[in-house]
């Protein structure tokens, strides 16, 4: 097993209102997460807030991350921003602070070129020793990566990896396929949406880029090691238990929801980084709670 | 005339690689606008790359231009940010430095709600005693506002006016009837997209909220004169020696273009904030320089 491959659990940040980390809920929340069969830790996902902290905050949720982890797993860190050397910048402070990986995902607020996406990602991985995973996130970057600037990069020293968006289930073993025939042999194609990862698993991804192993990992685990192991019916069963989950995630997004099962376990996560508002109190999601039972009866 | 009404300028914000702001090159440029009949100044729109500073950048920026300025027209902020917490502060330091008006953008990374925005929107307003733009930019923010989200939120206490982005020339008219039918009287319904100016104004828009006339001001004064007093034969004189640089602008985005224009005409505006690429140097745009000569004579 290397990094960028199997289960990587994305952890919330827990923060309040000013956008100021808790660290000691952070390292309880990945403290637990470090024991449960999870490949990787990887902190400062889009549903770990990264948009919504400021680089010392990002700092400093990294170095009670890594303390709290003591090595029992990789941890992987998110490093996207909208400047190339705020990028390099925390890099890094990753890289000093023990990371495993990096994650890099393409942050904009002017629309970016192909040329400005390879030139940033080119930068932050020549100013760093750590392997890095692109994160291919449109909905939120506002940027489509093409395969060949995909396959551009993956040959590029220390980009290792990417996370790609969800597709179709049709869609998952022709795109791998694509990918495979032109990126080096060691380059890792791994998927988040969690809904997604019982078929792209199948038809042979690397990796799972998962929000809900960040609070619920056991089922992920399980999920997992069925669909790695290529067995199908195990794969089917507890995808259908995941089933109104994914349902959820798909219709309300992950970051909102995320909120809501944390209030339903009992887990310190912190608020929503206001003006994104969780799905917590009041606002709870009808049906979350039906969901989370099914997803964790085994 | 009163603020959000006219035309504003929005001079780009000097800064070198690392995102620290040329404070003196900025007060040059701001200290030459407000001599030039612009009828205010707009910093830190977003070719003002409010998105790739700091907030104490940002505030270096607000009171190096607003000491530049001394009074001789009113300065507005932009005070966008993604998280309520950083809007809200951004908004009391611009107070602070005596500004004149607010300027805010649903700044996304998770896609926003409408109710999301509308309380966001509520909560900067409602900690400042300064006059707020809605700032709609949906390319950029990837928040498109309705109608009436924009008439709900003029109805809230220091919400004043609204920047809309352009429209085909035939939905000037039809727009600003239907905001003035449902919005208070006194709130402002301006335009940003420069090609736009002259059919906006003419269909009986307050204000342009002008990207080019940050570097070129003085042909944009004459346009704004023009089509504020209804001359049409002059508007459109005007609009067809500016037509080939708005191409430009529509074709590659204002932001990357301001760059080439400063450059063309020795205006030090630092560098476009990387991963976004100033069209500088080799990668000046053809047809920039004819596109400039044409827009200047008179």
Same mark, same amino acid.
């Given at each position: 097993?290397?990094?960028?491959?199997?289960?990587?659990?994305?952890?919330?940040?827990?923060?309040?209102?000013?956008?100021?980390?808790?660290?000691?809920?952070?390292?309880?929340?990945?403290?637990?997460?470090?024991?449960?069969?999870?490949?990787?830790?990887?902190?400062?996902?889009?549903?770990?807030?990264?948009?919504?902290? +400021?680089?010392?905050?990002? *700092?400093?949720?990294?170095?009670?991350?890594?303390?709290?982890?003591?090595?029992?797993?990789?941890?992987?860190?998110?490093?996207?921003?909208?400047?190339?050397?705020?990028?390099?910048?925390?890099?890094?402070?990753?890289?000093?602070?023990?990371?495993? #990986?990096?994650?890099?995902?393409?942050?904009?607020?002017?629309?970016?070129? +192909?040329?400005?996406?390879?030139?940033?990602?080119?930068?932050?991985?020549?100013?760093?020793?750590?392997?890095?995973?692109?994160?291919?996130?449109?909905?939120?970057?506002?940027? &489509?990566?093409?395969?060949?600037?995909?396959?551009?990069?993956?040959?590029?020293?220390?980009?290792?990896?990417?996370?790609?968006?969800?597709?179709? *289930? &049709?869609?998952?073993?022709?795109?791998?396929?694509?990918?495979?025939? =032109?990126?080096?042999?060691?380059? =890792?194609?791994?998927?988040?949406?969690?809904?997604?990862?019982?078929?792209?698993?199948?038809?042979?991804?690397?990796?799972?880029?998962?929000?809900?192993?960040?609070?619920?990992?056991?089922?992920?685990?399980?999920?997992?090691?069925?669909?790695?192991?290529? *067995?199908?019916?195990?794969?089917? =069963?507890?995808?259908?238990?995941?089933?109104?989950?994914?349902?959820?995630?798909?219709?309300?997004?992950?970051?909102?929801?995320?909120? #809501?099962?944390?209030?339903?376990?009992?887990?310190?996560?912190?608020?929503?980084?206001?003006?994104?508002?969780?799905?917590?109190?009041?606002?709870?999601?009808?049906?979350?709670?039906?969901?989370?039972?099914?997803?964790?009866?085994?």
């Amino acid at each position: 097993m290397t990094i960028f491959t199997g289960l990587s659990a994305f952890p919330p940040t827990p923060a309040g209102e000013d956008g100021i980390v808790d660290t000691d809920a952070f390292a309880a929340l990945v403290d637990r997460l470090a024991s449960t069969g999870v490949d990787s830790i990887s902190v400062l996902g889009s549903t770990g807030t990264y948009a919504y902290l +400021d680089r010392d905050q990002r *700092n400093r949720a990294v170095a009670a991350a890594i303390e709290a982890v003591g090595g029992r797993v990789p941890v992987v860190v998110g490093v996207g921003a909208l400047r190339t050397s705020w990028a390099r910048e925390l890099a890094a402070a990753a890289e000093s602070a023990g990371a495993n #990986g990096l994650l890099l995902a393409p942050m904009s607020y002017a629309k970016l070129s +192909d040329r400005e996406v390879s030139d940033h990602f080119k930068a932050v991985a020549g100013s760093t020793g750590l392997p890095l995973c692109i994160y291919s996130n449109p909905g939120t970057t506002n940027f &489509e990566f093409s395969h060949d600037l995909i396959v551009e990069l993956s040959h590029v020293a220390g980009i290792s990896a990417v996370e790609m968006p969800p597709r179709d *289930n &049709e869609g998952y073993a022709t795109e791998i396929d694509q990918l495979r025939e =032109r990126a080096p042999d060691n380059f =890792r194609i791994g998927y988040s949406g969690d809904w997604c990862a019982a078929p792209a698993f199948l038809a042979g991804a690397d990796a799972w880029h998962s929000v809900v192993a960040g609070v619920l990992p056991e089922p992920a685990v399980r999920l997992t090691r069925a669909a790695m192991a290529g *067995n199908v019916e195990e794969t089917s =069963r507890l995808q259908a238990l995941c089933t109104p989950m994914w349902k959820l995630f798909e219709t309300y997004g992950s970051l909102r929801t995320i909120y #809501g099962i944390a209030e339903l376990i009992g887990l310190d996560v912190g608020i929503a980084p206001l003006p994104v508002q969780g799905f917590t109190g009041s606002d709870q999601l009808p049906g979350l709670s039906e969901a989370l039972e099914r997803m964790v009866a085994n």
